[in-house]
């Protein structure tokens, strides 16, 4: 196939909004929407703000079948206010990961997909989104003895903020080149550290840092995949199948790695971040 | 933000269910669902206030000369132009009839 071909056979994963995306992943005809649209579960937040809220609060929960075994997925429709967890969002995907757990002790064995596109907590919502963020986090360790849960960070909002958190305690993480994965966004660091460190304009400089491909080569992530619904999908299911690499746990392997660097290191570029995280544990 | 409301006659009530677009930045969100009988109820969320004539316009031009069925249409709108609350009113109907 040449390239041109393969060009127009291919159908982009990030160019799909949440509930397109959670359909495309789920076995063919086995998605099943749980307090959708037309339940309508709003913020009661936003409004009282002047904000239009959304009929879901921004997160699509699914029910349904990945090649054959019982799956739920949550997706943040990253388009509605950043992707950012308020309390009903939160508690929606909270909720569900405690629903797989409670499966798992009745026998059923579900796993869970996370379709991450978010810049945190909400901050219209303040305490009651990190009250979520907490949940969930809770709730995917609960969940990750008895299943894997796989977390999916597409692009191009990224995953940024406590829900970064939640993605680092994911079983495992698949990522695109679109994808960016960190604790604070951009803008916050550079105001933060000024823009000479840091400037949150500059594209390519913060891809080469935070971006997908930097992460799947610094060893923080799992997989890393092209934009494609079903390069993304057969990754996923591969992930599925694989033991995780239980990334969270070796949390003081990292440590040590960046106690290497001493209190007056300059700052980092990608290839020394690289070098720094290999090895095994 | 403001919220407004409109209605117009209709036939009988429609069958199925349609959601298209999503509240992001230039766009909008549309839930349409039968309605009842004679009756073609909208209610409009809008992030730009002052927009009480626009719609009115938009929607007469829209259903100017159409049969329609009896509609509750809910809109959540992020700045939409009207073109693109057209393009979206346009596929949600398609969608129900597809139904």
């Given at each position: ?82 992707g950012s967890m308020g309390e ?64 999916v960070i597409a692009g191009s ?112 570029d990608a290839a020394a971040v ?8 | ?99």
């Amino acid at each position: 196939m040449t390239d041109s071909e393969r060009l127009l056979h291919s159908r982009s994963f990030v160019e799909l909004g949440a509930r397109q995306r959670a359909r495309a992943l789920l076995d063919t005809g086995s998605f099943r929407e749980l307090l959708g649209p037309f339940d309508r579960l709003m913020s009661p937040w936003l409004p009282r703000q002047g904000i239009v809220p959304q009929a879901d609060d921004g997160v699509v929960i699914a029910k349904g079948k990945l090649a054959g075994r019982p799956a739920v997925v949550a997706a943040i429709e990253g388009g509605f206010q950043g992707g950012s967890m308020g309390e009903v969002g939160g508690a929606k995907i909270a909720g569900a990961l405690e629903l797989a757990v409670e499966d798992n002790r009745n026998g059923i064995p579900t796993c869970a997909v996370l379709l991450l596109e978010t810049g945190g907590v909400r901050l219209q919502e303040a305490n009651l989104g990190l009250a979520a963020i907490a949940e969930i986090q809770a709730a995917i360790i609960e969940l990750r003895a008895h299943q894997p849960v796989v977390g999916v960070i597409a692009g191009s909002v990224g995953c940024f903020g406590g829900m970064s958190i939640a993605a680092g305690l994911c079983s495992h993480l698949l990522v695109t080149r679109e994808a960016r994965l960190g604790l604070n966004g951009p803008q916050v660091i550079e105001q933060e550290a000024g823009i000479g460190e840091y400037d949150s304009r500059d594209r390519p400089f913060i891809w080469s840092l935070t971006g997908g491909e930097q992460r799947h080569a610094s060893g923080l992530v799992d997989a890393y995949v092209a934009d494609d619904v079903e390069a993304i999908r057969s990754q996923l299911l591969a992930l599925l199948a694989a033991p995780s690499a239980q990334r969270a746990s070796r949390h003081q392997w990292f440590l040590e790695r960046l106690a290497q660097l001493g209190d007056d290191c300059p700052q980092l570029d990608a290839a020394a971040v690289r070098a720094l995280y290999q090895g095994d544990a | 933000m403001e919220t407004l409301n409109f209605q117009f006659p209709a036939a009988q009530p429609g069958r199925g269910r349609a959601l298209v677009g999503c509240v992001s930045s230039g766009d909008l969100e549309v839930l349409i669902e039968p309605g009842q009988a004679g009756s073609l109820d909208i209610q409009v969320v809008t992030s730009v206030n002052g927009s009480q004539a626009r719609w009115s316009q938009l929607f007469q031009r829209l259903f100017d000369g159409r049969d329609l069925p009896a509609l509750k249409i809910d809109i959540h709108d992020f700045g939409a132009t009207p073109g693109v609350v057209r393009l979206r009113l346009e596929q949600g109907f398609e969608e129900i009839g597809h139904d």
